[in-house]
């Protein structure tokens, strides 16, 4: 059982910078793949981006390729989400998520995580 929770959300100015950290409380951190969702107002959640446990090769939604970065640091069981360049658009509530038994076919599905975070809120402003 795996228990995850976000932070680092807030208000930020087009353009600007935010980092999410996701941290994780236990099971084996490692063996897991990561990914982050997103929910903006009045629309359905979608993927963003993941991490696969394995292979370490990362994901992204076209919606954010070459603005935001996965990663994670195993030691202290906790992912990030590096966004940039970011955009009004990109105002949503994020969510990390876990899963054991994702596969790169099947990484940006809901039903392909098992443990969730509550979310972290994220304003892109001016």
């Known amino acids: 059982q795996v228990q995850l929770e976000e932070s680092g959300g807030g208000l930020v100015q087009p353009g600007g910078s935010l980092r999410l950290s996701c941290a994780a409380s236990g099971g084996t951190f490692n063996t897991y793949t990561v990914g982050w969702f997103r929910q903006g107002p009045g629309k359905e959640r979608e993927f963003v981006a993941a991490?696969?446990?394995?292979?370490?090769?990362?994901y992204q939604s076209d919606s954010v390729k070459g603005r935001f970065t996965i990663s994670r640091d195993n030691a202290k069981k906790t992912v990030f989400l590096q966004m940039d360049s970011l955009k009004p658009e990109d105002t949503a509530i994020y969510y990390c998520?876990?899963?054991?038994?994702?596969?790169?076919?099947?990484?940006?599905?809901?039903?392909?995580?098992?443990?969730w975070g509550q979310g972290t809120q994220v304003t892109v402003s001016s």
């Open positions: 991490l696969k446990r394995n292979s370490g090769n990362t």
């Open positions: 998520a876990a899963s054991s038994t994702a596969i790169t076919s099947t990484l940006s599905r809901q039903s392909a995580y098992h443990y």
